[in-house]
């Protein structure tokens, strides 16, 4: 799984844990309803008495519930944004005493730049992440449905991603595109 996809095997790995936790609690109380578990009396009630409960229980339910809509909410706007976090890098002059401080964000923006001005994209957007020996380029790029795919990709890489390597003076860039088309919802990916 690549560093881009980490957010979605939490995702898959949360969700697959929910389930099963789900279907044990439905097994549970199915057999329980039916007898078939030694330590639950099945004529017994769920609560004991008829009254109400205390008031703290209700608010404990009610805590419970809004911690668990934050946790939802901040699951969703995690869907939202899974690209690697920019990082600093540091080079040290040979010539001149010092060294220079680039954000890898900065770097990113006219590589999206460059792809928005290419003929039936949409949008794009870009983010560079590892190393600035290493980096690796993510793109995002939305594109109108009748475009060619693999004339796209060539363009990006050979005009995009080399100007980026001329930029960082790097000899290798890792590329990873997502392709989304504007109308048909289909989403691609290229590695």
Request: glycine share 8%; charged share 20%; hydrophobic share 50%.
């Amino acid at each position: 799984m690549s560093r881009a996809d980490r957010p979605a095997g939490l995702n898959r790995t949360l969700i697959g844990l929910l389930g099963v936790a789900l279907l044990v609690a439905g097994g549970l109380a199915i057999a329980a309803h039916y007898g078939r578990l030694w330590w639950v009396d099945e004529h017994s009630t769920l609560v004991p008495g008829t009254e109400a409960p205390p008031t703290w229980v209700l608010w404990a339910v009610v805590a419970g519930a809004v911690v668990l809509g934050l946790l939802c909410l901040r699951w969703l706007l995690a869907q939202l944004f899974r690209m690697p976090k920019s990082a600093r890098w540091r080079s040290e002059g040979s010539a001149w005493p010092g060294s220079t401080v680039l954000e890898s964000s900065t770097t990113a923006e006219p590589v999206a730049a460059d792809v928005e001005g290419y003929e039936g994209v949409r949008s794009a957007s870009a983010w560079v992440s590892g190393r600035r020996t290493q980096p690796r380029l993510h793109l995002l790029v939305t594109a109108e449905p009748a475009v060619d795919v693999s004339a796209l990709r060539e363009r990006i890489m050979s005009h995009a991603v080399a100007r980026l390597r001329e930029a960082l003076e790097v000899e290798t860039v890792a590329v990873t595109m997502e392709l989304r088309f504007t109308e048909d919802k289909k989403v691609a990916r290229v590695n």
